[in-house]
């Protein structure tokens, strides 16, 4: 019988885009899926579209605890032999599971299977995203984030869960622990999952808390090239 | 080369006891300089131009004017070859009298630009996107 995957879906006032996410997600070819929606705070309908579908899609509220907290309340809810992460604006390709999941078939040794991720634009910036084309980092990339990530459940309590203390890049750290904990890790070279680009998330990645954690994670980086039996 | 500026539209920096950190946001290059780069580096951020930093470096860890403007020209260029500054057109120097300084006794070795690469493949979706600005050419629309 093929693995039960849990798909964890962190939300904070995400009502524009959900639908059309969680409806990416039902559309996928793996089953059996669970859709666990943990909506963090937030003053909109978010949970009230959750609670809409019924099962497999099951909704989590907390009071806000950011972003990487709220993947890690999925984790701590999650029942499935594998987790997966979708945010809020993105979306999947139909067989993004299946297609991970053959990998992990083909290599019992794996513990993480990332994809390719391609931007899109939302209509009121889609100019921008015009003006953007060509750019190496506007169209399709490797995405070493969760969003794109097919994980056994195990590696989380090797690895431990996200920092929650990063807003921003909870997930680049905990790939550099994962790495460093030689974490078994393929990258496929399909885009699987599509990327929203809109005016909150692009104001998001413009803040300057974003490049002072990237900043951090560079520092923690060095430090760790300095110390002892390194 | 007379003066340069951070190229703070890609590149994040701080300075830890003496040491410059930097990232290049925009390819997830990321590098260090010891205490003699870490000077130079605050010195650029504050505004000196080139001729200054050589000439505090001299003051300060008593080497020849010579070697300090090769070695401060040398790092220069490394850091314009990576991206992480752009060259400047004067604006007002502050006093170079204002320069918090490293320990003289550390001793004076020629400032290195250490290079790491790492985190290239990382970055290449999350950091921030790179700023309108840049892709028009260097225009000056606001993002």
Request: net charge negative.
């Amino acid at each position: 019988m093929a693995p039960l995957i849990s798909c964890i879906v962190p939300v904070f006032n995400g009502e524009s885009h959900l639908r059309e996410t969680l409806d990416s997600i039902l559309a996928q070819t793996h089953r059996p899926i669970e859709v666990i929606v943990v909506v963090d705070g937030s003053s909109d309908a978010s949970a009230e579209i959750a609670l809409g579908y019924g099962p497999p899609v099951r909704l989590v509220r907390q009071d806000e605890r950011g972003p990487a907290g709220t993947r890690n309340r999925g984790i701590e809810e999650a029942r499935g032999d594998y987790l997966a992460f979708l945010d809020q604006d993105d979306l999947w390709h139909p067989e993004k599971l299946s297609r991970q999941r053959q990998r992990f078939r083909l290599r019992p040794e794996l513990s993480v299977c990332w994809s390719h991720v391609t931007l899109f634009w939302s209509g009121e910036i889609a100019e921008e995203g015009r003006r953007r084309a060509g750019h190496p980092r506007g169209g399709t990339v490797p995405g070493y984030a969760t969003t794109t990530m097919l994980a056994r459940r195990e590696v989380f309590e090797a690895i431990g869960p996200l920092d929650e203390t990063l807003w921003f890049s909870d997930a680049t750290e905990w790939v550099i622990r994962a790495r460093e904990a030689n974490v078994v890790m393929e990258m496929v070279d399909e885009a699987l999952t599509f990327h929203r680009i809109h005016g909150a998330n692009l104001t998001r990645r413009q803040d300057a808390r974003s490049r002072d954690e990237f900043l951090q994670i560079a520092e923690r980086a060095l430090a760790r090239r300095r110390a002892p039996g390194s | 080369m007379k003066k340069l500026r951070p190229n703070s539209a890609d590149v994040a920096a701080k300075v830890v006891d003496g040491e410059a950190i930097l990232i290049n946001l925009s390819n997830g290059m990321y590098y260090s300089m010891d205490s003699v780069g870490g000077l130079i580096w605050s010195m650029i951020e504050q505004g000196h131009d080139l001729g200054d930093v050589a000439a505090t470096i001299e003051r300060h860890y008593e080497v020849d004017r010579d070697t300090a403007e090769r070695d401060v020209q040398a790092l220069a260029r490394a850091l314009l070859d990576e991206g992480l500054v752009v060259p400047s057109d004067g604006g007002s120097a502050p006093d170079a009298n204002g320069v918090q300084l490293p320990p003289a006794a550390d001793g004076y070795a020629p400032p290195q630009l250490n290079k790491f690469d790492d985190m290239v493949d990382l970055f290449a979706l999350d950091p921030p996107l790179p700023e309108l600005s840049k892709l028009d050419g260097g225009g000056t629309e606001d993002t």
